[in-house]
């Protein structure tokens, strides 16, 4: 079993639900990752306040 399948009445427009998920799961992978690199600076940034 899988959570993300995808049905489609053809091969070209299951193409297409597939790519325009990949890109909605990237650009969430982006958004995942900046806030992730704000959020490890803003600790670097406290922690050498504290010295």
């Known amino acids: ?4 399948a995808v049905k ?3 091969l070209g ?3 297409e639900v597939v ?3 990949y890109d909605v ?3 969430r992978e982006k958004m ?3 806030a992730a690199a704000k959020l490890e ?3 670097i940034r406290r922690f050498v306040e504290l010295k």
């Open 1 to 4: 079993s899988t959570r993300n």
């Open 8 to 10: 489609a009445p053809d």
């Open 13 to 15: 427009k299951l193409k």
């Open 19 to 21: 790519v325009q998920q």
């Open 25 to 27: 799961l990237d650009e």
């Open 32 to 34: 995942v990752r900046s």
């Open 41 to 43: 600076a803003s600790l």
